[in-house]
């Protein structure tokens, strides 16, 4: 990319790498960059100001996603002078764990796209001018997976399951409003409430798969007695029985054979599932 000031190339400007790094409960993207100003020994000299840039990802496919504005760490200005002029400076980005998982998502098997628009401020001889440049840097699969392999974001990828909010419309309303509120209930610390709010929304979720009956497929008594003759029907309802069957125990007290005491990793472990089990449903 070449920066231009008063309608005059100022600048060389390139990415030259770009790295994930963990940050407490989050990520950030840094693109590392490499801006050459040539010499100026006569005529007018420039100087910008770089902002930052407006950063978007994409595939082969043609689809992109907004991430963000990424920004210096510190003022970005660059000047021509009587010596070339070679400055490294980076650009960081902080990602949300569903982010990535976004961009994980829109991925899918392929490369990664990212564009940066860049943005600044420009003065030459005809005073200030505002600045508006896209660099393009190219990631592929390998080093990409690479990448989240050494922030240690695979394994949190893998548990990204983004809570599906249908929307509050037609049969998908109950579901919606009891993830909601297990969701609620899990980030105020009612962990018995979050598996409760869970198992209405499994059986919801039954009855919408299954017409209104009490599980999706066949019943119990028609399913193959040997694994190996049971559908991939048959065994989704199987895991869906099992996560209704161990929610069941939040609907009753002690003495009717319930539980009452569920960690945050339970029903952390019991929204993950129902969440995810959702939005499978809401793909089909």
């Not at 896209?134 to 548990?159: E, F, H, Q």
């Not at 069941?248 to 472990?269: C, F, K, L, M, W």
Request: net charge neutral; aromatic share 4%; glycine share 10%.
């Amino acid at each position: 990319m070449v920066l231009t000031v008063d309608s005059q190339m100022f600048a060389d400007a390139q990415i030259q790498g770009v790295t994930l790094h963990p940050l407490v409960g989050a990520y950030e993207l840094r693109f590392g960059l490499l801006i050459i100003c040539a010499a100026v020994t006569d005529g007018e000299r420039c100087r910008a100001v770089i902002d930052g840039a407006r950063v978007s990802v994409g595939t082969g496919g043609g689809d992109r996603d907004d991430l963000g504005f990424a920004r210096t760490d510190a003022r970005l200005e660059v000047a021509s002078g009587p010596h070339q002029l070679r400055t490294t400076p980076t650009l960081s980005l902080p990602l949300q764990p569903g982010q990535l998982a976004a961009i994980e998502r829109l991925r899918g098997a392929g490369d990664l796209h990212f564009d940066l628009g860049v943005t600044g401020t420009g003065s030459g001889r005809t005073g200030e001018s505002a600045i508006h440049e896209v660099l393009r840097c190219d990631v592929p699969r390998s080093k990409w997976i690479g990448k989240l392999r050494s922030a240690k974001a695979r394994d949190i990828l893998l548990l990204e399951v983004p809570l599906p909010f249908p929307e509050r419309l037609n049969r998908w309303s109950n579901i919606s409003d009891e993830l909601r509120r297990a969701e609620s209930r899990l980030r105020n610390g009612d962990y018995l409430g979050c598996v409760s709010a869970c198992r209405v929304v499994v059986e919801e979720l039954v009855a919408q798969m299954s017409g209104g009956a009490k599980r999706p497929g066949r019943s119990p008594e028609q399913v193959p007695a040997k694994p190996r003759d049971m559908s991939k029907s048959d065994r989704e309802g199987a895991m869906l029985e099992a996560l209704r069957r161990y929610t069941h125990q939040a609907h009753h007290g002690p003495s009717e054979g319930g539980e009452v005491n569920y960690s945050r990793a339970d029903a952390r472990h019991i929204l993950t599932l129902t969440a995810s089990f959702v939005a499978h449903a809401r793909t089909e």
